[in-house]
C-alpha cells in the first residue's frame, strides 16, 4: 500500500472545510450521533485492527504502559461513541455573535464566529483521540486533518473510516475527517507544512512533539506549554483551607499539568504550616530552600533547576518567600504562565497576586486542578494553552473558531 | 557608539512590562499626554536628528518619493502628538471582564482583558511609527520594543528619547519604550528571536519584511497579508450603485490593501455594466476573461496571475461569471482572505456571499475601503490581520491584549 501524499490530504480536507463552514447545528449533531452509532455497531472492526497494533508493539518490545494506553476494548470503545454523543449536546460556537455596532454612515457592522477551516491535530498512541478530536472538529465546522502515532495506525484507521462512513451517510463531505496513512517522521513534518491548507494545528502528545513543532511547523498552532503550577500560602492563609488544597492540588492527578509542582509559603506562617505539610505530604518527595528545611529536615535541597522543574509526579519544591512582591516575583520567574494559585483571606493581597501574577489562569483559594475545560463548564477540551495569542488557557469548542466581520451597507463610499 | 545587545533591550523592555501591566488608566493617559507635551517642545531637536538622516539618505541615493516618507517637519511632529493625544482618549482595554460565570461547586471564574506583554513592532522608513505605536502599546498596558529602519535611526532614537523621558516623568519605567540602536540585518533576524522575552510581533511593512519574519522569527506574531480585494456585481445590484462602490473601492485610494482589485460581474448584468465601467474608470488600466474583453475592446488579457495579484495602482482584473457559485468560488480561490464585498438587492444572494466567503471582512453593499480601524470605530489602528488566529481583521487596541481567567473560591478541591 503506498501512502497517499500529504498535500493532497490536505487539500481534500480544505474542500471539505467549505462544506462544512455553513454545515447547519442540525445536520453536524445527526453527523455525530450516525458516527457513535457506527462505531458501536462496528466494535469488532475496531477491536480487530487494534489487536494488530498491540501485536507489532508487544513485538517491537514497546513497554506495558503504552501497550495499556493503545489497547482498545469494547468499554473504550462504547466510551468513544458516547463521547461523541456528549459534544452533540453542547452548544455549537459557529454563528455566534461576538459584538456588532452600527457607524454613523449607516454601516451595520457585527462580528460573527466562524470555523477556523482545516484544524491539524497531531497525537501520541491513544487511538481514542482519532475519535475525540474529530468530534470537536465537526461540532465546530472544521475539516479535522488527523496525524496519530505509527503504533496505532491500523486502530486510527479503522475509526477513521468509520466515522468518514458515518458523515457521508448524513450528507456531509467524508473528507471532513482526514487521517494520514504515511507513519513516517518525515510525513510527521510534511503534515506541518501545509500553509496553504491547514488554518490551525494543535498537537496532543509530550515534550518533543512540541519542539518537532517549535523546530518544524510553517502553520499557525496552538500549544499546551508546561505547567510549573505554584501554590502560595499567604500570612493571611487559612491553614485548615491551605491544607486541603495543597494536598488536592499536588497529588489528586500528580501527572497532569495542572498539578501543583512547588509551594511557597510567608516566612511568618512557615514555621507553623511546613511541619503540617511535611506530614499531609508524607507520600511526597519534598526538596526546599534553607529556611524550608529547617521546618521539613527530610526534605532535599531545592536547585534553581528544581524551582522551574514541572516534576508531573509525587515530588514539590518548597520555597520561604517574606512578602507578597517576593511571592508575586518568584512565581512569575520561574513558573510557566499555566495555573498560580493563592491562598489567602487577605483582599488586597489576593487582588495583587491576581492581578500582577501572568498566567493563563490565576486562583484564588482554590486548586489548580481547577483549570481545565470540563472543571470550567466547556463540556469538552482540546488543550490547555499556555500561549498569549489566539487562545489562553483551556480550550474548548469555541477556541476552534476564528472571527469574521460582516459589513451591511446601503452604498457607502469613502 | 556600541549598540546595546538586543536581548539586553528585550530583557529591559520585559521587566517594564511587569510594571506598565497594572498601571491605571490614569497614569497611561498622563504619560501619552506628557509624551505629546514633550514632542512639541523638543520640535527642534527631533527636527535636526530627522536632518542628519535626509542628508545620510540623499548622500545614499535614496529616491525623493523615500526620501518624503523619512523627512519630518513641524506639522508631522504636531501630527505625531496630536495621534498620542487621541489616544489618550479613547477606553482602556485592560480590565473589561469578556466573560464571567459560576460554576455548580462555587468557583467564580471570570475572563478579564489583560496586556500582551511585550510587543514588538518592526516597521519601515516613516519615523512616525514611533510614536504611532509606542502610544497604543502604552494605553493597552504593553511595553513597546520598537525596530526601525536604519535610514531613520537618528529620528527614531529622538523620538524614543523624547517619549522614554515623558513617561519617566510621570513615574512610569522609561523602557516602557525601548529602540534598538542597532541596524543591521542581523540584529533585525535577532529582533525577531526573542521569545523569552517578547510576546507578540507586529510587522508594519511590505513584502519582503513579512517574509524575513515568516523565515526567521521564533516568537508569535501577527500580520498583514495581501488584500487582494474583489467586488462582485450580482445579477440583482443595483448598477448605479455598484458603479459608485466600485469607483471608490478601486480609485479613491489604490495603493492600500483594502483598495479592490478585482471586479467580477455576474453574466446577466456583464453587456449592461461593462460598457459603463469602461468609462468610469477610464484611468484604470483594464484587464479581463474572454467575455470581459467583449464588452470592454481596450482591455487586455487577463492572465491567471494577473487574477491572483494585487497591483496596488490603478489597474484591475475582470471576470464575468454565470452563477453566484461560480462567483464565491473565483472570490475564495483567488482572494487573500481580507475584503470581499457583493453588490446586490438579493437577501439569498447575499446571504450566501457573506457566509460562503473566507475572509477577515465580508460586506454587502458598501466599498472595501471601509475595512480599516478608523473607519470601523476603533479609534485607532495598529495594521489588518489576514490571520485568523488572535485577531482578524482591522486591529485596534483590544487586540494588543490577551485574556486571563480569574477564579475565586472558598476552599474548594477536586
Known amino acids: ?221 496552538v500549544i499546551d506549554g508546561d505547567g510549573n503550577c505554584h501554590v502560595y500560602v499567604d500570612a493571611a492563609a487559612d491553614l485548615d483551607m491551605a491544607e486541603e488544597i495543597l494536598l488536592n492540588a499536588k497529588t489528586q492527578r500528580p501527572s497532569v499539568c495542572n498539578a501543583a509542582e512547588s509551594l511557597v509559603v510567608h516566612s511568618s506562617v512557615a514555621e507553623e504550616f511546613l511541619p503540617r505539610v511535611d506530614r499531609f505530604l508524607d507520600n511526597v518527595e519534598l526538596v526546599g530552600d534553607e529556611r524550608a528545611r529547617k521546618s521539613i529536615p527530610r526534605a532535599g535541597v531545592a536547585t534553581e533547576e528544581d524551582f522551574g522543574t514541572e516534576f508531573l509526579d509525587m515530588k514539590m519544591s518548597i520555597k520561604v518567600v517574606d512578602s507578597l512582591d517576593e511571592a508575586i516575583e518568584h512565581v512569575n520567574e520561574t513558573g510557566t504562565g499555566h495555573s498560580e494559585s493563592i491562598i489567602t483571606g487577605d483582599y488586597r493581597a489576593a487582588e495583587r497576586f491576581l492581578s500582577e501574577v501572568d498566567a493563563a489562569a490565576v486562583l484564588q483559594n482554590a486548586s489548580t486542578r481547577f483549570v481545565d475545560g470540563e472543571e470550567f463548564g466547556f463540556g469538552a477540551e482540546i488543550g490547555i494553552s499556555t500561549q498569549k495569542l489566539h487562545a489562553r488557557g483551556p480550550m474548548g469548542l469555541q477556541q476552534l473558531t476564528t472571527a469574521k466581520y460582516i459589513v451591511r451597507g446601503d452604498g457607502q463610499v469613502r
Chains 1, 2 share one sequence.
Not at 498512541?125 to 482519532?130: G, L, M
Not at 473528507?175 to 491547514?198: C, G, N, T, W
Request: glycine fraction near 6%; hydrophobic fraction near 45%; aromatic fraction near 2%.
Open 1 to 221: 500500500m503506498t501512502a497517499t501524499p500529504i498535500p493532497e490530504l490536505a487539500k481534500r480536507a480544505k474542500a471539505a472545510s467549505r462544506t462544512l463552514a455553513t454545515a447547519s447545528t442540525a445536520i453536524k449533531n445527526e453527523a455525530l450521533l450516525a458516527a457513535a452509532d457506527l462505531l458501536e455497531a462496528r466494535t469488532s472492526t475496531v477491536l480487530e485492527a487494534n489487536a494488530k497494533d498491540v501485536e507489532s508493539a508487544r513485538e517491537a518490545g514497546i513497554a506495558e504502559g503504552l501497550i495499556d494506553r493503545l489497547r482498545l476494548d469494547e468499554g473504550r470503545v462504547k466510551a468513544m461513541a458516547s463521547g461523541l454523543r456528549q459534544v452533540a449536546t453542547l452548544p455549537d460556537p459557529v454563528g455566534e455573535v461576538v459584538d456588532g455596532w452600527v457607524r454613523p454612515n449607516g454601516l451595520k457592522i457585527s462580528r460573527v464566529r466562524v470555523p477556523l477551516g482545516v484544524v491539524a491535530i497531531i497525537y501520541e498512541s491513544r487511538p481514542n483521540v482519532t475519535s475525540d478530536a474529530a468530534g470537536l472538529c465537526l461540532k465546530s465546522g472544521n475539516a479535522a486533518f488527523l496525524r496519530g502515532s505509527s503504533t496505532a495506525i491500523n486502530s486510527n484507521m479503522a475509526i477513521a473510516s468509520v466515522l468518514r462512513e458515518a458523515v457521508s451517510r448524513v450528507g456531509l463531505p467524508e473528507d471532513s475527517i482526514v487521517l494520514v496513512d504515511d507513519v513516517s517522521r518525515e510525513a510527521a513534518v510534511e503534515f506541518m507544512q501545509q500553509p496553504d491548507y491547514v488554518d490551525c494545528l494543535i498537537p496532543r502528545g509530550g515534550h518533543s512533539l512540541i519542539q518537532t513543532i517549535l523546530d518544524n511547523a510553517t502553520v499557525p498552532y
